[in-house]
């Protein structure tokens, strides 16, 4: 079955594993700007890094029949650094009109501080400005509730957002509903240890059902699995789900939500 990956790093991936998602049918994959393993010092490390992001991956990823997009932004745990998050700000239209740049993302909360709150804000008032989707990362473990709310709280306060092109990710069962019931889009992340397990996935879309619901590996530096997506489409199979329900998850859901930018621009997979 063809899938897009919504949300994985290929920045911190090998080659091989870009034959390796080829193979089990990935076609496209979209690539949110993040930590990079540690705290850059200046705004030039974040330059260098969207031209990675615009120029480098998709030419890697092309070279294994898969369309790379990518998103940009400072992340959320270097937005503790007002300063250094406000010249990256500055820098980013630069690259907003690149041929695979859907938004702004995977901007968000890490630790729930005030400082993370006002540069949130301030990428929230960019996307709206040059009318660009986003991509919303929501924190960890104890801190995914709190931060959740936080979120939605400050996503409210601007009315000219449209929900409808805003992607909450991360999201397990104590914050699916409120993302879902608010307008947004939902993203739900694979990971081998924190955040969901393809099973605890499916029953989250056997729960809320699959409407505005993605899921994605974000497969990074740490423990991630880039075939994680796979993973569900096996566990949906298992649990006897229709094959039409689990494209609708993997391929139909990504291809509506990516297919309001202007720059997502993704061949028929039976026709390439």
Same mark, same amino acid.
């Given at each position: 079955?063809? !899938?897009?990956?919504?949300? %994985?790093?290929?920045?911190?991936?090998? @080659?091989?594993? #870009?034959?390796?998602?080829?193979?089990?049918?990935?076609v496209a994959i979209s690539?949110?700007?993040?930590?990079?393993? !540690?705290?850059?010092?200046?705004?030039?490390?974040?330059?260098? #890094?969207?031209?990675?992001?615009?120029?480098?991956?998709?030419?890697?990823?092309?070279?294994?029949? +898969?369309?790379?997009?990518?998103? =940009?932004?400072?992340?959320?745990k270097e937005a503790e650094?007002?300063?250094?998050?406000?010249?990256?700000?500055?820098?980013?239209?630069?690259?907003?009109?690149?041929?695979?740049?859907?938004? %702004?993302? *995977? +901007?968000? =909360?890490?630790?729930?501080?005030?400082?993370?709150?006002?540069?949130?804000?301030?990428?929230?008032?960019?996307?709206?400005? !040059?009318?660009?989707?986003?991509?919303?990362? @929501?924190?960890?473990?104890?801190?995914?509730?709190?931060?959740?709310?936080?979120?939605?709280?400050?996503?409210?306060?601007?009315?000219?957002?449209?929900?409808?092109? &805003?992607?909450?990710?991360?999201? *397990?069962?104590?914050? &699916?509903?409120?993302? %879902?019931?608010?307008?947004?889009?939902?993203?739900?992340?694979? !990971?081998?240890?924190?955040?969901?397990?393809?099973?605890?996935?499916?029953?989250?879309?056997?729960?809320?059902?699959?409407?505005? =619901?993605?899921?994605?590996?974000?497969?990074?530096?740490?423990?991630?699995?880039? @075939?994680?997506?796979?993973?569900?489409?096996?566990?949906?199979?298992?649990?006897?789900?229709?094959?039409?329900?689990?494209?609708?998850?993997?391929?139909?859901?990504?291809?509506?939500?990516?297919?309001?930018?202007?720059?997502?621009?993704?061949?028929?997979?039976?026709?390439?």
């Open positions: 079955m063809y !899938y897009i990956d919504p949300h %994985i790093h290929m920045v911190s991936r090998t @080659t091989d594993d #870009y034959e390796t998602l080829a193979r089990m049918g990935c690539e949110p700007a993040f930590w990079a393993g !540690y705290d850059r010092g200046s705004a030039d490390g974040f330059r260098d #890094y969207f031209v990675q992001l615009t120029e480098v991956e998709p030419l890697r990823a092309a070279a294994y029949g +898969i369309d790379h997009f990518t998103w =940009l932004c400072i992340n959320a650094n007002v300063q250094l998050s406000r010249d990256v700000l500055k820098m980013i239209p630069e690259f907003l009109d690149c041929p695979n740049v859907l938004g %702004i993302g *995977e +901007i968000g =909360l890490n630790k729930n501080t005030p400082n993370e709150s006002i540069i949130f804000q301030e990428h929230l008032e960019l996307a709206i400005k !040059y009318d660009q989707q986003i991509l919303i990362h @929501t924190p960890h473990l104890e801190d995914k509730y709190q931060g959740t709310r936080m979120i939605l709280d400050m996503l409210a306060d601007h009315s000219q957002l449209d929900r409808s092109r &805003v992607l909450v990710d991360h999201v *397990e069962e104590h914050t &699916v509903r409120e993302v %879902i019931d608010a307008g947004y889009w939902a993203g739900m992340t694979l !990971y081998p240890v924190t955040k969901c397990t393809p099973a605890r996935a499916a029953d989250i879309i056997e729960t809320v059902g699959s409407e505005r =619901l993605c899921v994605n590996s974000a497969g990074d530096w740490g423990p991630s699995k880039p @075939t994680a997506v796979p993973d569900l489409i096996f566990e949906m199979r298992k649990r006897g789900h229709r094959e039409a329900k689990i494209k609708e998850v993997v391929f139909g859901n990504p291809r509506q939500f990516f297919s309001q930018s202007k720059n997502f621009k993704l061949a028929d997979p039976e026709n390439r």
